[in-house]
C-alpha cells in the first residue's frame, strides 16, 4: 500500500510504516527517543511496535492515564516534568502511540515542549488512524469543553499499523466508522455507499485508506482552517456539545467520540434538509445507516437545553454566531451556515421519532 503524501509529511501503511520510521531514525540523528502510550496501548500495543523498532537511540516510556477525562493541562504538566526529568532537549523525538487523545494530547505536548520538539504519530484506534492522527491538530480540553487549548502543527510522519486494530473492544472500533462515514458525507456519495455495504468481517485497509485521502486532500487545500477544511466538522458542532455534556455525567453515561458525533450527524442532517437543500429521502438514509451501527441516546428536556447552551464554546464560532457545516446532498458540505434557534430542539424531536 502506497504512502499518502502531504505537503510536509508522510502517512506510511503496515510494514512500510515500520521501515520508514527505522530509515528516518537512522538519518535524523535524534538525541533521544520519548514513546508516550496510555495504560492499554502499552499493555496492547507497545510490545509488538518495539520488536519492529531498529534503533540504538535511548528509549524512554512515558505513560499517562486512558480516557477523554485525562486530555488535559494537568496531564501536560505532567508530562513536561517527565520529559525534562529524563533530559528531553530539542533534538528528542516524541512517538505517540495511542488513540486520538494520546496523538492530540502528545502532539501538543511535543508543540509546546522547549518551544517544540519533533514528533510522530502512530494511532492504535480506528479513530485516530482516519481522522485524530493526521492533519496536525493537536490539544486539550478545557475542563469538559473539547479541544479548547491546541496548536496546528504537523508530524514528522504517520504510522498506520492495521494490526492494532485487534486489540479493540467492538464499541471502540465501532466509534472510528462515524469519522469515516463523516468523510463519506462530505466528499463522497460512492464512498457513504461502499461503508453501508461493509459487512462485519470485512478487511478495513481499503476503507481506512480512502479515509485518510479523503482527510489529505482537504487539509492540503486549507491547512489552518481558515475555509473548506471546515467540512471535517460536519455533526462536530452539535456531536461536541454532546459529547461534552455527557462528560460530566460519569462514566456510565459518558459518550465515545464517535457515539456522540453520529448523533451530531444526524441532528445536523436533518438542519441541513430543513436549511440547505437535503432531500427528505438522503435525509432518512444518513439517520437510518447511522442508528443502525450506533445505539440510540436518550435525551431529557434538561440535557437538550444543557447541549444547546453549550454551543456558544464551538472553536467555529465567529463574532458571536454559531456556525454549522451543513449538507446540500451527500457527498457536498457548505460551511459558515446559521441556523435559527428554534430548529434545534426541532433537530431533536426527528432524532427521536
Known amino acids: 500500500m502506497d504512502a499518502i503524501i502531504t505537503d510536509t509529511y508522510s502517512v506510511y501503511f503496515n510494514k512500510e510504516g515500520y521501515k520508514a520510521l527505522n530509515q528516518h531514525l537512522k538519518k535524523e540523528r535524534y538525541s533521544k527517543l520519548f514513546l508516550l502510550t496510555d495504560e492499554n496501548t502499552h499493555r496492547d500495543c507497545l510490545p509488538l511496535f518495539l ?8 528509549v524512554e516510556i512515558i505513560e499517562m492515564e486512558a480516557g477523554e477525562t485525562h486530555k488535559t493541562i ?39 515542549f522547549k518551544r517544540g520538539i519533533p514528533f510522530i504519530n502512530v494511532p492504535t484506534s480506528l479513530l485516530a488512524m482516519v481522522d485524530a492522527s493526521i492533519g496536525g491538530k493537536t490539544g486539550v480540553d478545557l475542563g469538559n469543553l473539547k479541544n479548547q487549548i491546541g ?18 473492544e467492538k464499541r471502540q472500533l465501532n466509534s472510528g466508522f462515524a469519522e469515516m462515514f463523516k ?19 470485512d478487511p478495513l485497509e481499503s476503507h481506512i485508506y480512502r479515509s485518510v485521502q479523503i482527510k489529505n486532500k482537504i487539509v492540503l487545500e486549507d491547512p489552518t482552517e481558515k475555509d473548506m477544511r471546515k467540512i471535517l466538522n460536519f455533526g462536530h458542532t452539535l456531536g461536541h456539545a454532546i459529547e461534552s455534556h455527557f462528560l460530566d455525567k460519569g462514566e456510565n453515561k459518558a459518550l465515545l467520540h464517535g457515539e456522540a458525533i453520529a448523533v451530531g ?54 463574532h458571536g454566531s454559531i456556525n454549522f457545516v451543513l449538507l446540500k446532498r451527500i457527498g457536498d458540505a457548505v460551511i459558515d451556515q446559521q441556523v435559527p434557534e428554534d430548529l434545534f430542539m426541532e433537530a431533536f424531536t426527528y432524532y427521536e421519532e
Open 51 to 58: 520488536s519492529s523498532l531498529e534503533t540504538d537511540l535511548e
Open 74 to 112: 494537568d496531564t501536560c504538566v505532567q508530562i513536561w516534568y517527565a520529559l525534562s526529568e529524563l533530559g528531553a532537549d530539542r533534538r528528542s523525538l516524541m512517538i505517540n502511540l495511542g488513540g486520538g487523545v494520546v496523538t492530540d494530547l502528545g502532539g501538543f505536548v511535543a508543540c509546546t
Open 151 to 168: 496548536v496546528i502543527r504537523q508530524p514528522e510522519m504517520v504510522l498506520v499499523m492495521v494490526d492494532f486494530l485487534k486489540t479493540l
Open 183 to 201: 468523510h463519506g458525507l462530505i466528499s463522497s456519495g460512492k464512498y457513504w455507499s461502499d461503508l453501508k455495504d461493509l459487512k462485519a468481517n
Open 265 to 318: 450527524m444526524i441532528l445536523e442532517g436533518y438542519l441541513s434538509h430543513r436549511l440547505s437543500s437535503l432531500g427528505l429521502h438522503q435525509l432518512e438514509d444518513i439517520k437510518n445507516t447511522l442508528l443502525e451501527r450506533f445505539r440510540k441516546v436518550d435525551f431529557t428536556e434538561e440535557d437538550k437545553h444543557a447541549i444547546l447552551a453549550l454551543l456558544k464554546f464551538d472553536k467555529k464560532n465567529s
